[in-house]
């Protein structure tokens, strides 16, 4: 059965292989290709995969892709461009937030959620929104300067 | 900023470089040059200028989040008087680049970075050659800025090196003596530049093996035995008989393959499979014991002087310890994975392998094929942070696109093949002794370790040992032996002993800092347990037995950023209610020749449930002349947080021969809320060599952390990871033992 959803502004159809087939595996299939949400554990642990769906932060490893008919999926990709970032994005970059930069469409992603929820989080509800966001290189405290650096941006 | 190479250009063939870097106007000049194949230590093996003017920077070291795409193109640019923008480092190829080894060992710049500077400054030398001739004037009358050799007070006269040598081959050796630019005159090196793959990462883009498709590729699974050693006896294509997936079976490799990769998702995990029993091994309890026993390849007798023995017994007080280290696992976010396709009589297998020449002959032994059939091609993978399963994918991968030839396949490892099917940080023990002065130093030194023999031959990758084929094992790497001596010299005493034994349960890897971390946290814990013995604060003790300035110079500034107060551990009494906090510090030299670091942690102990936190980490750090000073403190920013998150609690656990921790519910890392603040001081030595960032720092946290928690409370933590309960254990034994 066709799916029709909305993706990052556009409106598109697509045709789940099976019925418990993630999101994150129709996102990064042609004919999207995407890849800003990245395969990471498959079990919703590490955030590597995260989207927006209808403006809030879904682990699209684990969220059947059947359910986003009719919803609003944003990815990194429609945050923003290299040529044109996202202030979050332009914040980790002037952060050097990010080593491998694996796990920071996650950070990234849930960041734009939270800033959505809190306009001006403080150190520790930046470090809170983040606890189950996953990062092995050790970038966590340039993630949180970078979140805290594109709130007081995006606050004007 | 400008506009950078290509990089999905730069990766498709050896001449794939040279359409990136763009020829307008010059078609034939690729061919009649022959630029792709330049012998391998020639100048134009490390630095191409195409005819645009650019440069590209080629080495077989890999980028995987270090930092080396920066310092690399700093060095270049600096010395070729080029915008930082203007230097590219392309993705590592066989075809194409130098084998400059793998990377690891905290190495790049250390070893890559001096050849690059003078090859570059040979560059330049030549590039002034041609431009005064071109311009019609002396030598002493040229300089080079921005890219172009001018006149000098006549800037307007100028010949882009573009003009001069784009698109050619300089033919030269790279000159020892050609003039490289001292500190003084630097402009872009010694400062931070951004790293030029960043936002492309951040925006969706990114050359990662994850990203990459091919047309017509097709996704596969392997299918990897729970237990160790174990093969499918029976296979059930029944149980997949509705899913679109095919079955791939060679010797003990079994993988599924389909045109869709959700597809391949479930018929891996719908398969049913009987295994064979597979091999014993040692359980988690009986692991050290185990090595002990295990028989030893090579004894490495790190340090010996004087005669522990005599002095032991003549000392005032003497000490005993054992420390051990946990099984550790890699931890990659991403999961292992890469592309391969045989096709017209050769196998391109693209990968983020760390080691892409040692990769090409694995690859080429375990399939039956020469070296020129094979080809590796590097692109960014989530960070490995040593040899994880990116080269057992990519030799998995690469068998099974000989079975399905020519299409090329893609195979992505799951997480509970990461966790469970990659190699391991091998189980790691000491013991010590010591022996004090009735004034309160360290007499003597006495102590030995186990480790394992190598990490060359025992690491095969998966794919050699399930079809059955001899690949020659990994590139010798890891040196577990080394720092298992005490870096103080002042020490009269000292013999320490490493027993390089056969095999251990799991294919032993090297891990960030292999050997170093497990040995420094022995070492460095001890020495704090003789500081402790002597009454001595932990940081005039370590200086009182050290004479190397650069080590003390180290120890002094971490002290003095992290406002040490200067008294023995443990603090004891203080603290309110269930908490302690205290601090401890940690030095290393790296390898006792390079790096010196040094530590100080903050620390707070939970009385009540073990529950232990870092609060702050001071990190001063000298390798030597800087090239990125934020490269360096990224990596050192990265060592702490990586470091304690390996001291908390991650640990491979196993029953029988299944290892149990598959997911990171079971084996969990750190997480933002834990993770301390984090300051570092960097000492510049402008007028040294240059060493490496990646590792060192490391080293020194987990004797840090645990000095720490025993200045807090008087416990003493001889076993890592510091799980709750081994925290509430050594509190219950502190409790017992009265304070020396």
């Known amino acids: 059965m066709p799916i029709r959803f909305t993706l990052n502004g556009k409106p598109v159809e697509a045709e789940p292989a099976a019925s418990d087939m993630p999101l994150l595996y129709l996102l990064r299939e042609e004919p999207f290709a995407l890849n800003g949400p990245r395969f990471g554990c498959g079990l919703a642990q590490c955030g590597a995969c995260t989207v927006l769906i209808d403006g809030r932060a879904v682990r699209s490893c684990s969220y059947p892709a059947e359910a986003v008919e009719g919803q609003a999926v944003m990815t990194l990709e429609g945050l923003g461009t290299a040529a044109n970032p996202h202030p979050l994005q332009a914040a980790f970059h002037a952060e050097g937030a990010g080593q491998c930069g694996y796990c920071t469409n996650g950070m990234i992603m849930q960041s734009a959620d939270l800033l959505s929820q809190n306009r001006r989080p403080s150190e520790d509800e930046i470090k809170e929104a983040l606890a189950q966001n996953l990062c092995r290189c050790g970038g966590h405290n340039r993630m949180v300067a970078a979140v805290r650096r594109a709130a007081a941006q995006m606050a004007g | ?89 392309p993705h590592p190829d066989t075809d194409r680049m130098p084998d400059h080894g793998l990377t690891g060992g905290s190495a790049t710049l250390q070893v890559v970075g001096p050849r690059v500077r003078i090859a570059a400054a040979t560059a330049r030398a030549a590039l002034v050659r041609m431009g005064a001739e071109r311009l019609g004037v002396t030598l002493e009358a040229v300089e080079t800025a921005d890219g172009a050799v001018r006149v000098k007070n006549a800037p307007d006269r100028r010949a882009p090196y573009a003009e001069l040598i784009g698109g050619r081959r300089f033919d030269l050796q790279p000159d020892p003596n050609a003039r490289v630019k001292p500190r003084a005159e630097w402009k872009v090196a010694g400062r931070p530049q951004p790293r030029p793959e960043l936002l492309a990462k951040l925006t969706g883009g990114g050359d990662y093996i994850h990203n990459l498709r091919l047309p017509g590729m097709l996704h596969a699974r392997v299918i990897h035995a729970p237990g160790l050693g174990a093969e499918p006896a029976s296979v059930d294509a029944s149980s997949i008989a509705e899913i679109p997936a095919r079955i791939v079976r060679r010797n003990g490799l079994l993988a599924v393959v389909a045109e869709r990769e959700w597809d391949a998702v479930r018929a891996a995990r719908d398969l049913k499979v009987e295994w064979t029993a597979g091999k014993a091994i040692p359980s988690m309890e009986e692991v050290y014991d185990a090595a002990r026993r295990t028989p030893e390849v090579r004894q490495d007798v790190t340090v010996n002087r004087g005669n522990p023995e005599t002095a032991l017994t003549e000392a005032a007080m003497r000490l005993e310890a054992t420390y051990s280290f946990g099984v550790q696992t890699h931890g990659t976010i991403g999961p ?56 057992d994918a990519a030799a998995e991968c690469a068998a099974l696109a000989m079975e399905l030839a020519p299409r090329p396949v893609r195979l992505q490892w799951m997480r ?156 004891g009494g203080e603290g309110s209610g269930n908490f302690r906090r205290g601090r401890g510090i940690a030095y290393i030299r790296y390898d006792n020749t390079r790096t010196y670091v040094a530590c100080v942690i903050a620390a707070e102990v939970n009385l009540d449930n073990g529950a232990i936190r870092a609060t702050d980490a001071w990190i001063a750090e000298d390798c030597g002349q800087v090239i990125n000073p934020d490269g360096i403190r990224m990596q050192a920013e990265g060592c702490v947080v990586q470091t304690l998150s390996r001291c908390l609690r991650e640990e491979i656990a196993w029953e029988g021969n299944r290892i149990t921790t598959l997911d990171w519910a079971s084996y969990p890392l750190i997480t933002f809320p834990e993770v301390p603040r984090i300051t570092v001081e960097i000492l510049d030595r402008p007028d040294q060599p240059m060493w490496g960032a990646g590792e060192p720092a490391a080293a020194v946290i987990a004797p840090a952390f645990g000095n720490a928690i025993f200045d807090a409370t008087g416990a003493r933590l001889r076993r890592a990871p510091f799980t709750p309960e081994r925290v509430k254990a050594a509190l219950n034994g502190a409790a017992k033992t009265p304070l020396p």
């Open chain 2, 416 to 571: 509970h093949d990461e966790h469970g099917s990659e190699p391991k940080g091998p189980p790691v023990v000491m013991d010590l002794k010591g022996g004090i002065t009735a004034e309160g130093r360290m007499a003597a030194w006495d102590s030995e370790g186990w480790v394992p023999h190598s990490t060359v031959t025992l690491l095969r990758t998966t794919a050699s040992q399930l079809l059955d084929k001899e690949d020659g094992g990994a590139p010798g790497s890891g040196n577990w032996h080394a720092n298992s001596n005490p870096p103080y010299d002042g020490i009269p005493a000292a013999k320490t002993v490493v027993h390089r034994i056969a095999e251990t349960p799991f294919r032993p890897s090297w891990i960030r800092t292999p050997g170093r971390v497990q040995n420094c946290f022995a070492v460095e814990s001890f020495t704090d347990e003789l500081a402790a013995a002597a009454r001595k604060d932990p940081v005039r003790f370590r200086l009182d037995h050290l004479s190397d300035p650069r080590g003390r110079a180290v120890i002094e500034a971490a002290a003095r950023i992290a406002n040490w107060d200067e008294r023995p551990s443990p603090r």
């Open chain 2, 336 to 391: 292992s994975c890469a592309v391969a396709q045989f096709e017209g009589g050769r196998l391109t297998v693209h990968s983020g392998t760390q080691a892409p020449f040692d990769l090409r002959e694995q690859i080429a032994k375990t399939l039956g094929l020469g070296s020129p059939e094979v080809r590796v091609v590097y692109h960014h993978s989530s960070g490995c942070f040593g040899r994880n399963g990116l080269e």
């Open chain 2, 1 to 89: 900023m400008k506009a950078m190479l290509s990089r999905r250009a730069a990766l498709t063939a050896g001449a794939g470089l040279f359409v990136a870097l763009g020829l307008p106007g010059a078609p034939g000049a690729l061919a009649q040059t022959n630029l792709s194949n330049p012998p391998a230590t020639d100048v134009d093996s490390m630095i191409v200028i195409s005819a645009d003017g650019r440069c590209a920077v080629l080495t077989s070291k890999t980028e995987f989040g270090q930092g080396i795409l920066a310092s690399l193109a700093q060095i270049a640019a600096e010395e070729l008087d080029l915008p930082y923008e203007m230097v590219e480092v």
